[in-house]
């Protein structure tokens, strides 16, 4: 199985920036499907954007045109940068690693998540 590290949360104002990572270890990350998701207190786990291993980016509509996938396979490495981050994204943020194996079974690996703060 693939263990996954996210780091690069913290505390910024509305308007700002912040690059997470998500590292890797334990299987090839080439060949998975690696995506972010993010829980707020007391909801669900919401998706926020996904990238294949052949690089087709997806965004929640709520992201889109502020957050940026991107994946690095020669550093085992998936990142997510957000830019304009207003209170609605604040979260805890987790990486997620998807394989779907022999006979159709989808397999999920999730990191232990790293936590966004957007405030004044």
């Known amino acids: 199985q693939v263990q996954l590290v996210e780091s690069g949360g913290g505390l910024v104002q509305p308007g700002g920036s912040l690059r997470l990572s998500c590292a890797a270890s334990g299987s090839l990350l080439s060949r998975y499907d690696m995506g972010w998701f993010r829980q707020a207190p007391g909801n669900r786990r919401e998706f926020v954007s996904s990238?294949?291993?052949?690089?087709?980016?997806n965004y929640a509509d709520s992201v889109k045109g502020r957050f940026t996938i991107s994946r690095d396979n020669a550093k085992n490495t998936v990142d997510l940068q957000m830019n304009s981050l207003g209170p609605e994204d604040t979260a805890v943020y987790y990486c997620?690693?998807?394989?779907?194996?022999?006979?159709?079974?989808?397999?999920?690996?999730w990191g232990q998540g790293t936590q966004v703060t957007v405030s004044s």
């Open positions: 997620n690693a998807k394989r779907v194996a022999p006979a159709g079974v989808t397999i999920n690996y």
């Open positions: 990238i294949a291993s052949g690089g087709t980016a």
